[in-house]
């Protein structure tokens, strides 16, 4: 019986060897079980680019959680507040309907596109993610112990290769990024995700993402007017 009885900080929502994440809003507080602690997420030998481009953006992705369309709700103590003054509030509005827009142009397969609204949350926590991520790694001046550096090599060239030495750090994060999200699934199966489910398709959590980075057009020379490359990018924080 938990019904009258004082929360229980110190309780976990998943089993140690999930392989996932959340943000409790409640408690305000994110969670990694251990399971998560491995590749491809993690691997303690591997350059730090690689680990930022995989667990890093996860960490970032729970962090951004707390100030997405929902966590936003909730105060500092987990209680159901409006702690925002209404300028910051439009304006997290305003910036938030641009992703979905972005999201709601995405088509899945056939003529079924995702659900913008329904994947909000999670669309802005995987924008917001990457960028914190990419904000540590260039606060530890591109370090790791690979910190060579190459010229802009095209996505299948990195890809083909992996995260080997050789590629700037850069790089390496945002391949690293791409390989989290390396996903089989039937036709059948998409089509309920995306008509249930608050998290967008694989592919469109790293492209939608990668495709409002001017960093990751810059890292890989992508040219204006590309597949990667949005004229109007959205950005939330």
């Known amino acids: 019986?938990?019904?009258?009885?004082?929360?229980?900080?110190?309780?976990?929502?998943?089993?140690?060897?999930?392989?996932?994440?959340?943000?409790?809003?409640?408690?305000?507080?994110?969670?990694?079980?251990?399971?998560?602690?491995?590749?491809?997420?993690?691997d303690k030998r591997a350059d730090q680019a690689v680990n930022l481009g995989g667990i890093g953006s996860i960490i970032g992705h729970?962090?951004?959680?707390?100030?997405?369309?929902?966590?936003?709700?909730?105060?500092?103590?987990?209680?159901?507040?409006?702690?925002?003054?209404?300028?910051d509030a439009k304006a997290f509005q305003q910036r938030a309907q641009c992703f979905v827009d972005e999201y709601s142009s995405f088509v899945a397969l056939d003529d079924l596109h995702l659900n913008g609204k329904l994947t909000l949350g999670e669309n802005t926590a995987d924008n917001g993610g990457v960028r914190l991520a990419l904000m540590a790694l260039a606060s530890t001046a591109m370090g790791g112990p690979s910190q060579a550096k190459t010229s802009a090599k095209s996505p299948a060239a990195v890809a083909s290769a992996g995260n080997a030495d050789g590629f700037t750090p850069e790089q390496q994060f945002f391949v690293s990024f791409g390989q989290i999200w390396c996903t089989n699934m039937t036709p059948e199966a998409e089509r309920l995700q995306v008509q249930v489910d608050p998290h967008s398709p694989a592919q469109f959590r790293v492209n939608g993402v990668l495709s409002n980075m001017p960093e990751f057009q810059k890292t890989f020379a992508c040219r204006p007017g590309s597949a990667m490359v949005r004229a109007k990018p959205c950005r939330v924080w």
């Open 62 to 87: 729970e962090l951004t959680h707390g100030f997405d369309d929902q966590g936003r709700q909730f105060d500092a103590l987990g209680n159901l507040r409006n702690w925002w003054t209404e300028q």
């Open 1 to 42: 019986m938990k019904i009258g009885q004082p929360v229980d900080r110190n309780e976990w929502g998943m089993s140690p060897p999930t392989v996932n994440a959340y943000y409790n809003p409640q408690e305000n507080n994110i969670n990694f079980p251990a399971g998560i602690l491995q590749p491809p997420f993690f």
